[in-house]
């Protein structure tokens, strides 16, 4: 999967001209591709494998350089202060797969907090059964501002060229062959959609993990705002 992965972006920036080392463009751009997709070291353990699949990174996380598939993997699953993103994305990875992996323990215990943020500064799963070990994790959206350091705002959700990038979307769905795609605030076209369900994936979605909703960062609002496609 590693492999297909990186030959398919290495394939993407070769068609877009974009620098393999620092995700810049070639010819002179003010953005850059910003990073390859967070695969879960157990993400193939689960019955139903569960991929989410948020808007834009928002920040540049890895100025002058692409964050790797092992520097997104080290940045998520071993980090120990969450933003709000990722641990929306923990809380609900832990809320899908409670029963498969009998963590109903581990939900009483974070579903109580205030925010899903709050839930993860205390750790309540073992040390082998990080929830977010489980699941894959990809941005609609490729590109970031160079040296963005304010996730918020929408000024990255838009296409540099919208055929090749959904393109290579789909061909990513289709190498990390998930069962579950849980989308994170809005959704791809209907035409994207489609082509979704034609891979015979169950669809959902989520408000964003970050939104500002009275309320809706807290780890039982957040669940509940999930919804089948």
């Given at each position: ?209 970050s939104n500002r909703k009275l309320g809706g960062r807290q780890p039982e609002n957040y669940v ?6």
């Open positions: 999967m590693k492999q297909k992965i990186e030959i398919l972006y290495q394939n993407f920036f070769r068609k877009l001209g974009i620098d393999s080392r620092t995700g810049e463009f070639i010819e002179e751009n003010n953005i850059k591709f910003a990073t390859y997709p967070y695969i879960g070291i157990k993400y193939h353990q689960p019955k139903q494998k569960i991929l989410f699949v948020g808007l834009d990174i928002g920040k540049d996380e890895t100025p002058c350089c692409i964050q790797s598939l092992e520097e997104r993997r080290e940045n998520i699953a071993l980090d120990t202060d969450f933003n709000p993103h990722i641990a929306g994305t923990y809380i609900m990875a832990l809320f899908m797969l409670l029963e498969e992996f009998n963590w109903q323990d581990i939900w009483e215990s974070v579903r109580v907090f205030s925010t899903c943020q709050q839930a993860t500064k205390v750790r309540h799963h073992r040390i082998d059964q990080n929830p977010l070990d489980y699941v894959s994790l990809t941005n609609f959206f490729k590109f970031v501002d160079v040296n963005r350091e304010i996730r918020s705002g929408d000024k990255n959700r838009k296409f540099t060229n919208k055929n090749v990038e959904n393109q290579l979307f789909i061909d990513e769905v289709k190498i990390l062959n998930p069962s579950i795609i849980i989308f994170q605030g809005n959704c791809p076209t209907d035409s994207i959609l489609s082509e979704l369900r034609q891979l015979n994936i169950e669809l959902y979605k989520a408000t964003h993990p509940s705002s999930l919804r089948k496609l």
